[in-house]
């Protein structure tokens, strides 16, 4: 059966000796190169396609579900930060979700976070089920939310802010959800318009085999 090779495709050299011995779900991910596949390299990639991205992410399921997930999860927070028109919060990040220093998550379901206008900024509320990655060391978190003025978008928050907490998950499942009780939401953490998520669309199709089974937001296949 083909492996995955150290750069995240497919190939003669596997790795998957280091995929089962490696700590964490996230660890596995990195050691299987998969999170710079079809990155640009002058953002850090190592080059490859969607399509190389989604052969090797359908291996990566069927050899290790739980990583999968986590792929589903940090890949697509870094294609955000790709797209994103917010050049200080991708050169910020951008680095850290590569490298796997910094966990970061999606919410494969749920509504947009609601959105409370203090004069002074915004307080984010709302709850997602179901989210991957969510390591006890700290993640980020691209989420949608709905301001109070009508406009849509994603936004990028820390797990660390005030508001923020990961609820244990049921009895019998590897997922958490996350509860937002009036987050504060600083303008420079804004990645975009609701647009984004036509931007991250490809990538999500790439990843379908590993995306959490709970009702889909718009960015991939249902």
């Given at each position: 059966?083909?492996?995955?090779?150290?750069?995240?495709?497919?190939?003669?050299?596997?790795?998957?000796?280091?995929?089962?011995?490696?700590?964490?779900?996230?660890?596995?991910?990195?050691?299987?190169?998969?999170?710079?596949?079809?990155?640009?390299?002058?953002?850090?990639?190592?080059?490859?396609?969607?399509?190389?991205?989604?052969?090797?992410?359908?291996?990566?399921?069927?050899?290790d579900?739980?990583?999968?997930?986590?792929?589903?999860?940090q890949?697509?927070?870094?294609?955000?930060?790709?797209?994103?028109?917010?050049?200080?919060?991708?050169?910020?990040?951008?680095?850290?979700?590569?490298?796997?220093?910094?966990?970061?998550?999606?919410?494969?379901?749920?509504?947009?976070?609601?959105?409370?206008?203090?004069?002074?900024?915004?307080?984010?509320?709302?709850?997602?089920h179901?989210?991957?990655?969510?390591?006890?060391?700290?993640?980020?978190?691209?989420?949608?939310?709905?301001?109070?003025?009508?406009?849509?978008?994603?936004?990028?928050?820390r797990?660390?802010?005030?508001?923020?907490?990961?609820?244990?998950?049921?009895?019998?499942?590897?997922?958490?959800?996350?509860?937002?009780?009036?987050?504060?939401?600083?303008?420079?953490?804004w990645?975009?318009?609701?647009?984004?998520?036509?931007?991250?669309?490809?990538?999500?199709?790439?990843l379908?085999?590993?995306?959490?089974?709970?009702?889909?937001?718009?960015?991939?296949?249902?």
């Amino acid at each position: 059966m083909a492996m995955l090779t150290d750069t995240g495709l497919l190939g003669t050299a596997p790795v998957v000796n280091a995929l089962q011995a490696s700590r964490s779900p996230l660890q596995r991910v990195v050691d299987s190169g998969l999170l710079r596949c079809a990155v640009p390299r002058h953002l850090g990639g190592n080059g490859g396609g969607l399509d190389d991205l989604a052969h090797a992410a359908g291996l990566l399921q069927r050899q290790d579900p739980a990583a999968a997930a986590v792929l589903w999860a940090q890949r697509l927070a870094i294609e955000a930060l790709v797209q994103t028109a917010n050049v200080g919060l991708r050169e910020f990040w951008l680095p850290d979700f590569l490298s796997g220093t910094r966990a970061a998550t999606l919410p494969p379901g749920g509504r947009e976070l609601a959105a409370e206008n203090t004069g002074r900024g915004w307080l984010l509320s709302g709850v997602f089920h179901g989210v991957p990655n969510l390591p006890w060391e700290g993640f980020s978190l691209v989420a949608p939310v709905r301001l109070g003025d009508g406009n849509a978008g994603w936004v990028l928050l820390r797990s660390e802010e005030d508001g923020l907490s990961v609820l244990p998950p049921p009895l019998g499942h590897a997922l958490a959800s996350l509860r937002l009780n009036r987050v504060f939401f600083r303008e420079d953490e804004w990645l975009g318009a609701h647009g984004l998520a036509d931007l991250l669309a490809p990538v999500a199709e790439a990843l379908a085999p590993c995306r959490p089974r709970t009702p889909a937001l718009n960015i991939g296949t249902p």
